[in-house]
């Protein structure tokens, strides 16, 4: 075993050492000479283990006295939740199946922005001055420069997890629980060639990475090596103020599209369950014969949908959370694509 294999093994040791010595309320280290003896290595191996342990805010180093474990007995166990909208969607099932997931010993507290970067800052804030254990955030817009972004590293410097999901924008020292959304745009394209479309148009969001790599896995399946130019016209691109004025009433948007694009497509797959909803009604009020599939269906059935099942996400999100609090080593988690009738 090399020098460097032998003090990643011995910090791994410590890590579960620590644990049990926490439990017996026994915070102080043993000396780098009694630790050297006992692994059978160099003082040097032992201190470049410890200040790992360090780097993962799991001991603390004093003076003249040597090593403790750091008592995080009185900090916070609020995991903060931050969504667009915490009662909509796909949020009330995420937040019910985390609630049931995490160690009762943290409570989860959900809060909406409703679209407002203002609003986000506050509860951001509030994270910060509460310490909490861990925050959590679904973003909106996140391929748009985040002006919040300095709370973010705010809260990263405090030692506070922050963990994005759905979505592959996560900001610098965060970190990400979600699927692959490239992959699932592949699967479902796929699939409905398998059940015969032939020409599949899609919608997608722009301000959205979940959005922007759904389309990419689009792209793979419908067009692959192809030129594309001459089909582009098979891709409605809008912004989330667009959703939004769909959910608000106005469909001229997808009037539009049905009318110039629709009318030569068998399929089309749609960013979310709430576009699939509002483009099935104007499909047929214009009496078009048109599969319609989406994402993450988390408001209707009717549709073909590409997403992940609830309960394993949110499963893999608390272990995740329980993970990072306890500064253990983060591992992304795999989020399988499971399609939905």
Do not use: W
């Amino acid at each position: 075993m090399s020098v460097g294999e032998k003090y990643i093994v011995i910090t791994n040791k410590l890590e579960l050492e620590l644990r049990r010595m926490k439990s017996e309320g026994n915070f102080k280290l043993p000396s780098e000479t009694d630790l050297a003896a006992r692994y059978s290595c160099s003082r040097q191996t032992i201190r470049t283990s410890l200040d790992l342990l360090k780097e993962r805010g799991l001991i603390e180093k004093r003076k003249g006295s040597g090593s403790y474990i750091v008592d995080d007995s009185h900090k916070s166990r609020t995991v903060f939740y931050i969504a667009e909208d915490c009662d909509r969607y796909q949020s009330p099932a995420l937040i019910r199946g985390l609630i049931s997931e995490l160690p009762s010993k943290f409570e989860l507290k959900s809060f909406s922005t409703y679209g407002s970067y203002k609003a986000e800052a506050e509860m951001i804030s509030g994270a910060i001055e509460e310490k909490a254990a861990a925050l959590i955030i679904e973003p909106f817009r996140d391929l748009i420069p985040d002006v919040n972004e300095r709370l973010i590293k705010e809260a990263v410097n405090l030692k506070i997890p922050v963990i994005y999901i759905n979505s592959s924008n996560n900001p610098e020292g965060t970190y990400k629980v979600s699927p692959d959304y490239r992959e699932a745009g592949r699967k479902l394209a796929d699939r409905l060639k398998e059940n015969g479309n032939k020409d599949i148009a899609c919608i997608f969001l722009t301000d959205s990475s979940s959005g922007m790599d759904g389309y990419r896995g689009y792209i793979d399946s419908v067009y692959g090596k192809k030129d594309s130019s001459d089909d582009c016209s098979k891709c409605l691109l809008i912004s989330s103020k667009d959703e939004k004025d769909m959910i608000s009433g106005s469909t001229e948007l997808l009037d539009q599209f049905a009318d110039n694009t629709l009318t030569g497509c068998d399929a089309v797959i749609c960013q979310n369950g709430v576009i699939a909803h509002y483009l099935s009604s104007v499909a047929e009020k214009k009496k078009l014969s048109i599969t319609i599939a989406c994402f993450d269906n988390g408001y209707y059935d009717s549709f073909l949908s590409a997403g992940y099942e609830t309960g394993a996400f949110c499963r893999k999100l608390a272990r995740s959370v329980v993970k990072l609090t306890e500064g253990m080593a983060f591992e992304e988690p795999a989020i399988p694509v499971k399609f939905f009738l």
